[in-house]
């Protein structure tokens, strides 16, 4: 997981540069350098993954084009080879192809032969152009805003650009920039083609496709961990990476001190397959003490995302702070394309497909958000073989009346697809879901809104709904996050698209509070 600010311009002292690429020194703390080039400024903040040595440092010139970076191109090997006959590669990087393989092909076919999690700008001296572009999932953050001058600017964190910017806003992912208009490339919602396979078809094609997902995400230089809340995504990919590995692999689980759900599933997830397993045992000054960084490096004010971030930020601190990891597999976006707790309310398929389109078009601003945040805040970098974009695209295609939850068992064809392998005991597999911020122990959010109900008044949520007039606080856990947020990020808002909330227009799901504990349905899924 690396950092990058480019501005299209020198206006700015480079003391004013530095400052502003100081607030990515937590993604790349290995390495850091800047480079002027064609009018343009570079920054780039280096973990190095891939060709630990100096060889693979950004930016990376070539025919007087100069490219920054974040990102795991998985099929750079291919890509190595296509280039063979115009370009040698002078490091191992996976990400040194890309400036070849724009000047072969151009931004738009450029972007679309890349198999990975990636974010990049680029300054084209031939054109004077400045170009960026984002991956299909938004896996790797971007944003981008304009200078005095009316330039363009490109960073990994919204915050590096507030010295130097305004008008700052999420870069979209799927999308590039041809240094005139922002150009959507990849749309991994909008389906071209439905897919007629049956359901043991179906199984079969998910379960190669997932374990290649996972296995094009073991490329590493450096040590990989896994995180394991025992929850059914997180196991799979465990499951699988241990049958790929000739070792046991490293894997971690959080939980408070309180009534840790997850916990406990973790553990027998551990020991079914070997793993290296670590317990983090957090407790509710532990939680508090933690909320504001927390919510500064998120630069979010969404419920759903700061609860759930919270545990997955200080195990990721811990694994940061006690072992040599660098590279973290994670379970999300699983949930976008298979269902939540409240799709089981769907009325049709239709509409579930509808659901799932706008889950999956705005994960980067909550669930792959806090995955990036949470390790990359703590010098790991995160890969999610969930969001591997051949996966999404079969996935998003399968008949959604297939994926309504008509089996009495929600996500049952992800289920399927393992069941009777032996990736993971059967218990596990069919194991009713239950939200990550509830797993770690109900005590957490309980502990939060307790916390919050002690702040404020029920007076001073009222005058939050004039003091917030863009997605106004609906509780006083909200009102505490949207004010700790403004303390860092005033008038910044924007940058979320509304509260991660369940379809408040089905039956059942209008309700005040994100967590699935507050649906009918619940049921076991919190034992």
């Given at each position: 997981m690396c950092g990058f600010l480019s501005i299209d311009s020198s206006e700015y002292p480079m003391a004013i540069f530095e400052k502003a690429l100081h607030e990515l020194d937590d993604r790349g703390p290995d390495m850091t350098r800047t480079q002027e080039a064609n009018g343009a400024?570079?920054?780039?903040?280096?973990?190095?993954?891939?060709?630990?040595?100096?060889?693979?440092?950004?930016?990376?010139?070539?025919?007087?084009?100069?490219?920054?970076?974040?990102?795991e191109i998985y099929n750079y090997p291919a890509l190595k080879e296509n280039l063979a006959d115009d370009y040698e590669c002078q490091s191992h990087s996976d990400c040194e192809v890309l400036l070849p393989l724009y000047q072969k092909y151009g931004l738009d076919i450029m972007c679309k032969m890349l198999d990975g999690e990636f974010a990049f700008s680029i300054k084209d001296g031939n054109t004077g152009k400045m170009l960026a572009g984002r991956d299909p999932m938004g896996i790797r953050p971007m944003f981008y805003g304009y200078t005095e001058k009316g330039k363009v600017a490109f960073s990994s964190v919204a915050k590096a650009l507030l010295p130097v910017c305004h008008d700052i806003k999420p870069f979209p992912p799927g999308c590039y920039y041809d240094g005139e208009k922002i150009v959507r490339y990849n749309d991994l919602g909008d389906v071209k083609q439905y897919v007629?396979?049956?359901?043991?078809?179906?199984?079969?094609?998910l379960r190669e496709k997932l374990v290649e997902a996972v296995d094009k995400r073991l490329q590493s230089d450096a040590p990989i961990g896994f995180l394991l809340s025992g929850g059914l995504d997180s196991a799979l990919v465990c499951s699988i990476a241990q049958r790929i590995m000739d070792k046991p692999i490293k894997t971690f689980a959080i939980g408070m001190d309180r009534n840790p759900i997850d916990l406990k599933?973790?553990?027998?997830?551990?020991?079914?397959?070997?793993?290296?397993?670590?317990?983090?045992?957090?407790?509710?000054?532990?939680?508090?003490?933690?909320?504001?960084?927390?919510?500064?490096?998120?630069?979010?004010?969404?419920?759903?995302?700061?609860?759930?971030?919270?545990?997955?930020?200080?195990?990721?601190?811990?694994?940061?702070q006690n072992t040599d990891l660098k590279v973290i597999l994670t379970g999300e976006c699983s949930d976008e394309m298979f269902g939540y707790k409240y799709t089981d309310f769907?009325?049709?398929?239709?509409?579930?497909?509808?659901?799932?389109?706008?889950?999956?078009?705005?994960?980067?601003?909550?669930?792959?958000?806090?995955a990036d945040r949470c390790i990359s805040s703590n010098s790991l970098e995160g890969r999610v073989p969930f969001a591997d974009t051949d996966f999404v695209q079969y996935a998003m295609s399968i008949d959604?009346?297939?994926?309504?939850?008509?089996?009495?068992?929600?996500?049952?064809?992800?289920?399927?697809?393992?069941?009777?392998?032996?990736?993971?005991?059967?218990?596990?597999?069919?194991?009713?879901?239950?939200?990550?911020?509830?797993?770690?122990?109900?005590?957490?959010?309980?502990?939060?809104?307790?916390?919050?109900?002690?702040?404020?008044?029920?007076e001073d949520l009222e005058k939050a709904k004039k003091k917030y007039s863009y997605k106004a606080p609906f509780t006083k856990e909200s009102l505490l996050y949207r004010d700790i947020f403004e303390e860092y990020y005033p008038g910044q808002a924007a940058w979320i698209k509304d509260y991660w909330m369940p379809n408040k227009n089905w039956e059942n799901c209008d309700v005040d509070d994100p967590s699935a504990r507050v649906l009918k349905n619940y049921g076991d899924s919190g034992k």
């Open positions: 400024v570079f920054g780039f903040n280096r973990l190095s993954i891939m060709d630990l040595s100096e060889k693979g440092m950004q930016p990376f010139n070539n025919n007087n084009c100069t490219l920054v970076c974040n990102g007629e396979d049956d359901v043991d078809l179906i199984g079969v094609n599933y973790a553990k027998e997830v551990a020991d079914y397959l070997g793993t290296d397993h670590t317990e983090v045992i957090m407790t509710r000054e532990d939680v508090l003490g933690h909320l504001k960084e927390v919510i500064r490096k998120l630069e979010t004010w969404d419920i759903t995302t700061i609860r759930a971030s919270l545990g997955m930020y200080i195990v990721c601190e811990y694994i940061h769907a009325p049709s398929p239709a509409e579930f497909q509808q659901e799932s389109q706008k889950r999956v078009r705005e994960l980067y601003m909550y669930d792959v958000l806090r959604p009346a297939k994926k309504m939850n008509v089996y009495g068992k929600g996500k049952y064809l992800l289920r399927h697809a393992f069941d009777g392998q032996d990736y993971l005991p059967e218990e596990i597999l069919f194991r009713e879901k239950a939200a990550f911020s509830d797993a770690v122990g109900h005590s957490m959010v309980d502990d939060l809104k307790e916390y919050a109900e002690g702040l404020y008044s029920d």
